[in-house]
């Protein structure tokens, strides 16, 4: 069946910009993490939602981080006033209840 | 804290020759542990999954890994590396929080080359 998919796989912004990160998780899957891969390192947990209440959002980094998943299905990653700091990949997860999570392809951030 | 070590951060072997990727984590209570595989330009992959029961457990791709709460480590092995295990290897442990839900912590992974 269909996976995790992500959207758009590549993003180059102007540093200062406005930035939006699509995840659609696996069909009927509650939970749905975000996380933060720098370069060369680990993922890094940035919030989780259940359904379409985010219970979680301890790992945003910023008041310019910003996520929703209005309709508990898909999830969007918004980014404000983007800086240089911010480039990472994202990566979204979804998994059915407290069980093994299943990533996406992730989504590549560079700001200029 | 929760932690998870990769001592290793990059590692070369030959192609069939036997791997093993070292994992040490700190957690309270008996841990949730996972290995995932990431292959250049793609997300992360699970090859396997430690919960409970049998501490030798096996994953795709031909691989193993050995849960050992005495030394706190979960190490993944291969007994024979293919050109095509050649990734970066996470592992992870999932932190239970008061909500009821798993967040994972990962290492910071060790990079695989295989020499032909």
């Known amino acids: 069946g269909a996976g995790v998919s992500q959207s758009p796989r590549y993003k180059v912004a102007k540093r200062g910009q406005d930035v939006a990160l699509r995840c659609d998780p696996i069909s009927g899957h509650v939970s749905l993490f975000w996380y933060q891969q720098a370069l060369g390192q680990g993922p890094e947990f940035l919030t989780y939602f259940q359904n379409e209440a985010q219970l979680d959002k301890s790992g945003l980094p910023s008041d310019r981080f910003f996520a929703e998943r209005p309709e508990g299905s898909v999830s969007t990653l918004k980014i404000q006033r983007t800086q240089q700091e911010d480039s990472a990949v994202y990566l979204c997860?979804?998994?059915?209840?407290?069980?093994?999570?299943?990533f996406g392809p992730g989504t590549r951030l560079l700001v200029l | 804290a929760q932690s998870v070590t990769q001592p290793d951060i990059h590692i070369t072997v030959s192609e069939g020759a036997s791997l093993e990727l070292r994992c040490n984590y700190s957690?309270?209570?008996?841990?949730?542990l996972f290995w995932y595989v990431q292959s250049p330009g793609q997300g992360l992959q699970l090859l396997l999954k430690?919960?409970?029961?049998?501490?030798l457990v096996q994953g795709i791709k031909g691989f193993e890994a050995e849960f050992k709460r005495s030394q706190s480590s979960f190490n993944l092995r291969k007994p024979s590396v293919h050109w095509s295990d050649a990734a970066e290897y996470f592992c992870?442990?999932?932190?239970?929080?008061?909500?009821?839900?798993?967040?994972?912590?990962f290492g910071a992974g060790t990079r695989l080359a295989v020499h032909p």
């Open positions: 430690y919960f409970s029961g049998d501490t």
């Open positions: 957690y309270g209570a008996t841990p949730y």
């Open positions: 992870a442990v999932a932190s239970l929080v008061s909500g009821g839900y798993n967040k994972l912590i």
């Open positions: 997860a979804s998994s059915p209840q407290q069980e093994t999570q299943y």
